[in-house]
């Protein structure tokens, strides 16, 4: 991606304005929000942070680094979240 990764731009204060953060932070909700509820089946991504989100030239982020992702296949699999980490309970 043109503008690399989300990390390389929130440590200096001066390079993202407010406005921008705003879109950046909607996309990535947009992002998450295809991923849990309008894709069949579901994906969880686990390992969302500033550097597995990438801005493409216009700043439009990106989710990367699916390598820990799970995919839910109905209602065999319930998700709980425990110390950050999320576990299969079945």
Partial sequence: MSNSSLDKWLLNEN???WD???CIITGIAQGLAYLHHECNPTIVH???????ILLDKDYT???ADFHLAKILNGSNEN????????KNIY
């Fill in 46 to 52: 686990l390992d969302i942070n500033p550097k597995n």
């Fill in 20 to 22: 921008k953060r705003m």
């Fill in 61 to 63: 982020p990106k989710l």
């Fill in 79 to 86: 998700m709980v979240c425990a110390h950050d980490h999320l």
């Fill in 15 to 17: 390079l993202l304005d």
